[in-house]
């Protein structure tokens, strides 16, 4: 399987780095699963949307895009479960 490109938007950029230390780390491993697996088990679809999906990463979410035709995943939003749906 190829391996996807992981682009990070400037918001979810200032949102990582918002983050403690720990979670940058947990979050980061995360992404870099990304580009091995833009689909891995427990990733849904946001309703709504046409290609736009999260993983849960602890209290955290990272919500994403998937181009497959491109191979990049574009990382939106990062942020704590009950604000990175706003």
Request: hydrophobic residues 40%; contains cysteine.
């Amino acid at each position: 399987m190829a391996r996807y490109k992981i682009e990070i938007s400037r918001t979810a950029e200032k949102q990582l780095k918002k983050l403690s230390k720990d979670d940058q780390k947990r979050v980061v491993a995360a992404m870099l699963d990304l580009a091995e697996n833009p689909l891995p088990k427990g990733s849904r679809k946001l309703t709504g949307y046409e290609d736009v999906y999260r993983i849960r990463v602890g209290h955290f979410r990272i919500l994403y895009s998937c181009v497959a035709r491109a191979l990049i995943i574009i990382v939106l939003k990062i942020g704590h479960r009950k604000d990175v749906y706003r």
